[in-house]
């Protein structure tokens, strides 16, 4: 599957800034630190047109709701 923007993945980009803030605060260890990390400043960037691809939507999910 194709990476696909942010406000193609979620209804509302509300809903992707809350789930990147959750994982701004679980992630344990420098790796998780620096995935999250990464992806807020692609957030930062590029805005609702921020691309995912589906490893780093589920992986971001798996941090975000620890």
Do not use: C
Not at 16 to 28: D, G, I, M, W, Y
Not at 36 to 63: C, D, Y
């Amino acid at each position: 599957m194709a990476a696909q923007t942010v406000e193609e993945l979620y209804d509302r980009v509300e809903e992707f800034s809350a789930l990147l803030a959750a994982a701004e605060l679980h992630a344990s260890g420098a790796w998780e630190d620096e995935f999250v990390e990464s992806l807020r400043a692609n957030f930062k960037r590029h805005g609702p047109r921020t691309l995912l691809s589906p490893h780093q939507q589920k992986k971001l999910e798996q941090i975000g709701k620890y």
